[in-house]
Structure formats: structure tokens, C-alpha cells
């Protein structure tokens, strides 16, 4: 039997507000190290996390790769490996380079503007309800081509996919998650059978051949409701955590009227205490990892979060460093299971980050945020803020 170590613990309160001082001494103590809760080899050095990230051949993210199943809802192109995956992730990519991500960065920055204007002086807000959410909504709909859903339905239903992702420490998270999946698939089946306006999903619709199978429909469709989603819940986790870096570190957010520290800077505010904590893949083949064996069929967990404060691979780690370049994050995760939102979740926090700058009120805190109780994802339920004269 592996190790056992129950040090790094996703979900304890302490861990929430804060988890990079214990997974920076878990990394010194064991850096590769078995976690019971998740049932797999964890990974603390960024170097092991894009190891595995990287071989695709050792390293499966497809269960059905090492015997297991996939339901048709969740077929898409994150379930899919390389050279699989390749086709209908080339499709979306495509799509997205053509569109007009300019106009878009514009529009979500006026949205926000807009929004700040309409809780001036009126006292404390959440940030999460009321700039998060409904940026995050529009900026994806806004780039497939779709009518937004109302911003505290779908609210709803992505929470209770995002909390599914943590199924393997709460099984009761599951059932809540299929049944959202489902409500978001019926959506998607909608966008597809309107005509759709010009965007992304109506450059996909034209580019998928009307003799196509129905597993690549199925996939492609699937596709894009990951994107909506899995867009939406990345950036409204981005942004509250954005935020409350900005409210921790007076000056930063001035410093960003430089165009030049405001392109790296977005990125660093996400290497720095970014959305997604961490991936599953599951070993096809023995190998070794930072003096571990792993069996072919036990699963490995790259920890984003600790990866992205690693001092091997950044310096000053723990440090918001606006300048920082190179600035290869894991944020968004990294190569062909990386968000494939990622210059768009990017374009909507340049545009709140400059939405910020331009108002003339000063956003303060409000007092301490309430973290999501997830291990996937990082993102608050509430964060207090103020707009102050």
C-alpha cells in the first residue's frame, strides 16, 4: 500500500481561505504523496505536473483509455486524449481565432462600467453576485453567439456541475451534477436548433458536415457546453479571486493603467491565486514519478495551485510580481485539456481589471468573502466590496 498522508486537506476551512503555506510544506516534506480522500498520487512540483500533462501516452485522461466508462453526457472533447481529441478541438479553435475577441474585451468592459455605475454609493455588494456572475455569463455568450441565460439560473445549475467535480470526495455531489449537466444540454440543443446569430457556435455549426455521424454531433455538441460552462465557471472564479488580490494589494490595480503591466499582469493575477486547482489523469503504464512508482490504473493529481507557487519554476513564488515574464501558469491548465477559453476568460479580466481603473469610484473591501467549499475549482460564494467616492 502507498503512503498516507492527510496534511493537505482541500476542503478544510483553514485550507480554503489560504492553501499555499500547507502545500508549500507539503511540497518540502513529500512532494509526490498519496492522498486517501482522492484515492491518487498527488503531485506538488510544477516540473511532475507538466510531466504528466504532457505524455498523453502514459497518462490518460480518457477512463475508457484503462477500462472504464463515459457516459454519452459527458463525451467531449476534455474526455477525449491526443490524436482523438485532435479533430473536434481543432474545430472549436478555429472558430474561436476567428472571432473578434477586440469587441468583445470592449463590450465586457462597458458592461462592467456599467454595472459599477449602478452600485456607486449604494453601499456594500457582493462581488461575486453582482460583477462576477453576470460578467462571466455574458462574456461567453457573448463569444458563442447566444442570448445570455438569466444570470442566477445558470448560476445555479454551473454550481452544481463545478461541486460535481469533487464527486470522488462527495459522491452525493453527483446526482445534483447530472441533473444540471442535463438542464445546460438541453440548453445547448436549443442554441443548435435556432439560428444562431454570428459567434462561435454558428462558425461550428457550419463547419460540421450535415452527413456527420451522430458521435461527432454528440461530441461537438457536448463540446459546447463544456466551453460555456466550464468558460463561465473559470472566469467567475477568476474574477472573485482577482479581486480580492487586488483589495490585498493596495497599488496593484494603479500599477495596471501601465498597457504594458496590464497584459502580464492579468496573468499573473491568475499563476498567482488562480481558478483551477488541479486535474485527474490516470497511469496507463508503470512509471516513476519524483521517486514514486506509480501502477498502471492508479490516478495522479497535477495540484495546480501548488505547481504555480513552485520556487523552482518561478522566482519569488509567493510574491505578486506584475512584470513576471516568462509566465507559464497552470491557471487554465496547460496543452490540449487546457480551458479552451483561456484568451477569453484572459480578455474579460484585462476588461474588469481596465473597467476598475476607469470608474471614477474606488472599490474597498467590505469585509472577509466566503470561500466555495470545492476542491476543483477555487472561487468564492461571496467576496464584500464597496464602491467609495
Known amino acids: 500500500m502507498p503512503s498516507v498522508t492527510d496534511r493537505y486537506e482541500p476542503l478544510d476551512p483553514e485550507v480554503l481561505r489560504d492553501p499555499y503555506p500547507v502545500l508549500a510544506e507539503q511540497r518540502m516534506r513529500e512532494a509526490v504523496f498519496w492522498h486517501e480522500g482522492m484515492g491518487s498520487w498527488a503531485l506538488t512540483r510544477y516540473a511532475d505536473s507538466v510531466r504528466v500533462l504532457r505524455d498523453h501516452e502514459t497518462f ?10 463515459v457516459p454519452e453526457p459527458s463525451l ?12 473536434v478541438r481543432s474545430l472549436f479553435m478555429t472558430a474561436l481565432r476567428a472571432q473578434d475577441l477586440t469587441r468583445i474585451e470592449e463590450r465586457a468592459h462597458r458592461l462592467v462600467l456599467d454595472r459599477l455605475d449602478q452600485l456607486a454609493g449604494t453601499g456594500p455588494f457582493d462581488v461575486v453576485a453582482e460583477i462576477a456572475v453576470p460578467l462571466s455569463v455574458a462574456v461567453v455568450a457573448d463569444l458563442l453567439g447566444v442570448e445570455p441565460p438569466p444570470y442566477g439560473e445558470f448560476a445555479a445549475v454551473s454550481d452544481a456541475i463545478m461541486r460535481s467535480m469533487d464527486g470522488g470526495l ?4 453527483l446526482e445534483p451534477g447530472r441533473v444540471a449537466r442535463q438542464q445546460l444540454s438541453d440548453l445547448v440543443d436549443s442554441w443548435f436548433a435556432a439560428s444562431a446569430r454570428p459567434g462561435l457556435l454558428a462558425r461550428v455549426r457550419q463547419a460540421v458536415a450535415p452527413d456527420s455521424d451522430a458521435l461527432t454531433r454528440l461530441y461537438v455538441k457536448n463540446t459546447a457546453r463544456v466551453m460555456f460552462q466550464g468558460g463561465y465557471s473559470t472566469m467567475a472564479a477568476a474574477v472573485g479571486n482577482a479581486v480580492h488580490t487586488l483589495l490585498a494589494h ?63 519554476a518561478f522566482t519569488r513564488a509567493d510574491e505578486l510580481v506584475l512584470d513576471r515574464t516568462p509566465n507559464r501558469h497552470l491557471g487554465y491548465g496547460w496543452g490540449p485539456h487546457s480551458c479552451i ?12 481589471v481596465t473597467a476598475l481603473n476607469d470608474h471614477p469610484g474606488h472599490l474597498a473591501g467590505a469585509g472577509d468573502g466566503v470561500r466555495r467549499r470545492t476542491a476543483t475549482m477555487r472561487a468564492f460564494d461571496t467576496l464584500p466590496a464597496a464602491l467609495l467616492p
Open 170 to 173: 462527495n459522491p452525493a455531489l
Open 76 to 87: 467531449s472533447v476534455q474526455t477525449l486524449d491526443p490524436p482523438q481529441q485532435s479533430a
Open 60 to 69: 490518460a485522461r480518457d477512463p475508457r483509455r484503462t477500462g472504464g466508462t
Open 341 to 352: 477559453g483561456t484568451t477569453v476568460a484572459q480578455a474579460g479580466l484585462r476588461a474588469l
Open 250 to 312: 493596495p497599488g496593484a490595480l494603479h500599477q495596471m493603467r501601465d498597457r504594458a503591466l496590464l497584459a502580464t499582469g492579468v496573468d499573473e493575477l491568475v499563476r498567482f491565486d488562480g481558478p483551477v486547482q488541479g486535474t485527474t489523469r490516470t497511469a496507463v503504464r508503470a512509471c516513476r514519478i519524483g521517486g514514486v512508482d506509480i501502477v498502471p490504473g492508479q490516478k495522479v493529481v497535477p495540484l495546480f495551485a501548488a505547481a504555480n507557487r513552485d520556487p523552482a
